[in-house]
């Protein structure tokens, strides 16, 4: 099979070393890809919003199968372009429709989906311009912490806890007077506060079945302890030492089958991911947030975990035969480190040579590439998040420690990263 696999960050090139590991591959193109998306397959310098240049490369490369990194071109309405233009309509695009993209590119949208499926989440409420007002006089009132969530997509970024009324309103105020989140925060979503630990579970579905893929626990805010602004993710730790198989079975029963079966009773095409977002509070879990696609920092430790050949399961999507597919999950612990620019989740420079990456890694180890590019023979910072680390171990620490190692070996003008990734698991 001749694939095309669009985005550029750190999942992209844990999905592109996966596919590139598949039997059924033939030629592999990531577009646009990063410099570690090199050595995977072959980089094009299109972009993932292009529907226009895809179509026609996919025309020109006979491609089999496009599928969908990031978030955005499946919002825009990728899959239904292909489904719609005859051209092109015959190559399965692995990601839901516009219509269930939804459920990640509106945040309204999907709490009013889950109180149609009864699904457990946090109480909410809904404000724009036009109940300004309304909105001013349900903070005041509203317990504290305060969760105000940008309704559209705002890179990771456009959710602020408010320990105090006093935030609560400047945040408020930012957001729809200040257009503090651009076109995602036009509406916000005013939610109640759920006190536990989050947990990051990943569906696969064909539209008629779904398998359940391993979890994860990923790390939000850029200072060790948990403490200061939320970034696109520090870290990710897999598996989750308390989500056992009677936590699985339930989160299954009262999230994962009402999901799949309310996009069934919508006529909402998807035949992608899902990334159910949970807050567990106690032994409850209820839904924090819905995402059309991988996470990224877990990717790097999902897809490492995976024994299954990842282009076959596509083919199952594709076919919606993913009733015949048992998932197979290496048993040792994965941790990744992410590696950020200084000045990140804030303005930061680009463009500093990155030392370190050519030496050979422990076995067990992987270099997974993120905002990086290359320039002759150096490659260079390209983003807020650079790469990340990932390493098996039999434990979290071990696993941990190993992928701190190779941090040691790597370098560049302002690196930072978190050196508590999985804390509140190790013993």
Known sequence: MNVLLLGSGGREHAMAWKISQSKLCSKLFIAPGNAGTRSCGTNIEMAPTDFDSIKKFCTDKKIDMVIVGPEEPLVNGIVDFFANDKSVSHIPVIGPSANGAQLEGSKAYSKKFMQRYKIPTAAYREFDLDNYEEGIAYLKDHPLPIVLKADGLAAGKGVVICQSRVEAMAEYELMLQHNKFGKAGKKI???????????SMFVLTDGNHFVILPEAKD?????????????????????????????????????????????????????GFIFIGLMVVGEDPYVIEYNCRLGDPETEVVIPRLKNDLLELFVAVAEEELDKVTIEQESRVASTIMCVSGGYPGSYEKGFEIKG??????????????????????????????????SFGDTVHEAVDKSREVLQEIDFDGMYYRRDIGYEFMS
């Open 189 to 199: 979503v005013v939610e109640e506060f759920l006190k536990g630990v989050e947990l």
């Open 219 to 271: 790390y939000k805010r850029i200072g060790e302890g948990d403490r200061g602004p939320n970034t696109g993710g520090m870290g990710a730790v897999s598996p989750v030492p308390f989500a056992d198989k009677r936590f699985i079975n339930k989160v299954e029963s009262t999230i994962i089958k009402p999901t799949i079966e309310g996009l069934k009773k919508e006529n909402i095409k998807y035949k």
């Open 357 to 390: 990456l050519n030496k050979e890694y422990p076995s067990g180890s992987f270099v997974f590439q993120a905002g990086t590019k290359t320039e002759g023979d150096k490659i260079l910072t390209n983003g807020g998040r650079v790469l990340c680390v990932t």
